[in-house]
T-cell receptor
């Protein structure tokens, strides 16, 4: 069965600190996709990144970076020089590869609430 | 570009009353559609998904039902609300193409309080 674990329930750091959100996943599929979503206080989930299981290259987007390691089944998310606007709940998620016309069922972790203090 | 709408944004309903939440997607055709519920301080639970008009798959047995009367319209309903139906309801869509495009895009959500 597929499972996503975000062991950090809440994290609080001071602005400008770097912070890493951990994500560990379980799947028996050889082809799968990993995601990170951000949920600000408004509630809407914002898609941040998708990674497929064949692409272990780390990715950087501005102050955000993602470290995908299949050997440890982890897909960690780092925010560099955090800002108050980064305060949100962050969800890591996993989905299986699927056939055309079928639905992509995503399994979400329980989320990490990140608070950035000024 | 694609957009997804949900209404109402907030709703307070008495126990035993009916429910109808609506979700519409613009800017894409034949999307997959999803309903999720998020209880306070909890993760997301997939309730229903649909790959086409009239095609509904239920993930968990519950007091709710879903319908897709049009290609880009997804409706979540209940005949009689329970207290446990309170939560934040999110609609999402995804492309139907397989391969790289597996992510889902979410609407703004409806916050439902059942009293």
């Amino acid at each position: 069965a597929q499972k996503v674990t975000q062991a950090q329930t809440e994290i609080s750091v001071v602005e400008k600190e770097d912070v890493t959100l951990d994500c560990v996943y379980e799947t028996r599929d050889t082809t799968y996709y990993l995601f990170w979503y951000k949920q600000p206080p408004s509630g809407e989930l914002v898609f941040l990144i998708r990674r497929n299981s064949f692409d272990e290259q780390n990715e950087i987007s501005g102050r955000y970076s993602w470290n995908f390691q299949k050997s440890t089944s982890s897909f960690n998310f780092t925010i560099t020089a955090s800002q108050v606007v980064d305060s949100a709940v962050y969800f890591c998620a996993l989905s299986e590869a699927r056939r055309a016309s079928s639905a992509s069922k995503i399994i979400f972790g329980s989320g990490t609430r990140l608070s950035i203090r000024p | 570009s694609q957009t997804i709408h949900q209404w109402p944004a907030t709703l307070v309903q008495p126990v035993g009353s009916p429910l109808s939440l609506e979700c519409t997607v613009e800017g894409t055709s034949n999307p997959n559609l999803y309903w999720y519920r998020q209880a306070a301080g909890r993760g997301l639970q997939l309730l229903f998904y649909s790959v086409g008009i009239g095609q509904i798959s239920s993930e968990v047995p519950q007091n709710l039902s879903a319908s897709r009367p049009q290609d880009r319209q997804f409706i979540l309903s209940s005949k009689k609300l329970l207290l446990s139906d309170s939560g934040f309801y999110l609609c999402a869509w995804s492309l139907k193409d397989h391969g790289q495009y597996n992510e889902q895009f979410f609407g703004p959500g409806t916050r439902l309080t059942v009293l």
